[in-house]
C-alpha cells in the first residue's frame, strides 16, 4: 500500500493536479513522498518546475534500471517525465514482462524504507497505465462531476478486475475523489452517490483557480492558502492511515 496509482483513462479529471497536491500535502506531514511522473505529457513535472533534458524515466524504464529522484523538498522527490516517455507505449508492446517494468525499476530505485510512491497515471489504458496498476498496492481514482466521467469510472472498474486476476492481486482500490466540484450544483451530489456505489468517495474537491494557477506556473510546492488544498488535506488525512 505504500505505493498508490492514480488513475482514471479519461482525460481532464484532476489526477495530475491530486497527484501534486496529495504528494505536497502528505509530505508536510512528514511522511517521504516520491511522485513518478508517468504521463508522456509530464504536467506533473511542470507543476513543480522540473524539467529533464536527458529523458532520464524514458531510459530507466525500458532499461528496467533504477528511476532518477529529484529532490523538491527534504520529504519530497519527482521521477520528472518528458515527451520521449510517450515512445515506450509503443515499444514495450512486444516485450516479455512488459507489464511489470515499473515495478523493477520501483525495486532498483534509491528511495527510504517508508517512502510512499504516488504514480501520476497517463489518461489511457495503454502499458503505461497497466504498469501504473501493476506496480501499485493501492489505487485512487479522481472523478469530476459529469456523465461520461461515470462511464469511465465503471470503465476503470472493471479493469481493475482484470489487473486482479491477471497481474496484481494485491491491488486495492482505496476509493475516489471527485475534484473540480461546485458544491451548490445538483450533478456533484448526483455524482458523488453514483461514485459511492463502486468506491468509497474519500473526498470532494472545491473547484479553485488559486491550485490551477500554482500548478500552470510550476509553484505547487509553495502553495499555501487555497480551498482546494483544504479539501485535499482530508483526503491526505486518510491516505495517512493507510500507508502509515
Known amino acids: 500500500m505504500k505505493t498508490i496509482a492514480i488513475a482514471n483513462q479519461k482525460g481532464g479529471t484532476a489526477k495530475t493536479t ?21 504521463d508522456p505529457q509530464s504536467s506533473l513535472s511542470q507543476a513543480f518546475g522540473c524539467r529533464d533534458a536527458e529523458d532520464r524515466l524514458y531510459n530507466a524504464l525500458t532499461s528496467r534500471a533504477g528511476l532518477p529522484v529529484d529532490e523538491l523538498s527534504s520529504t519530497l522527490t519527482i521521477s520528472p517525465s518528458t515527451v520521449e516517455l510517450g515512445r515506450a507505449e509503443t515499444e514495450l508492446m512486444t516485450e516479455p514482462g512488459r507489464e511489470y517494468y515499473l515495478r523493477t525499476c520501483l525495486q532498483s530505485t534509491d528511495l527510504p524504507d517508508k517512502a510512499v510512491v504516488l504514480l501520476d497515471c497517463p489518461p489511457s489504458l495503454g502499458v503505461l497505465a497497466v504498469n501504473c496498476m501493476a506496480a501499485a498496492g493501492g489505487m485512487l481514482a479522481p472523478v469530476q462531476p459529469g456523465g461520461f466521467e461515470l462511464h469511465a469510472l465503471a470503465h476503470l472498474h472493471m479493469t481493475v478486475q482484470t489487473i486482479r486476476e491477471r497481474l496484481q492481486p494485491d491491488l486495492c482500490v482505496l476509493g475516489a475523489v471527485v475534484a473540480n466540484a461546485h458544491l451548490r450544483r445538483a450533478i456533484t451530489d448526483q455524482v458523488r452517490d453514483e461514485v459511492d456505489r463502486l468506491h468509497p468517495v474519500l473526498g470532494v474537491v472545491r473547484t479553485d483557480a488559486k491550485m490551477l494557477y500554482a500548478s500552470s506556473a510550476g509553484d505547487m510546492l509553495r502553495i499555501s492558502r487555497s480551498r482546494a488544498l483544504d479539501d485535499y488535506a482530508a483526503v491526505a488525512e486518510q491516505l495517512e492511515c493507510i500507508v502509515q
Open 18 to 38: 491530486t497527484a501534486a497536491a496529495l504528494g505536497v500535502l502528505l509530505s508536510r506531514a512528514g511522511i517521504h513522498v516520491h511522485m513518478v511522473d508517468m
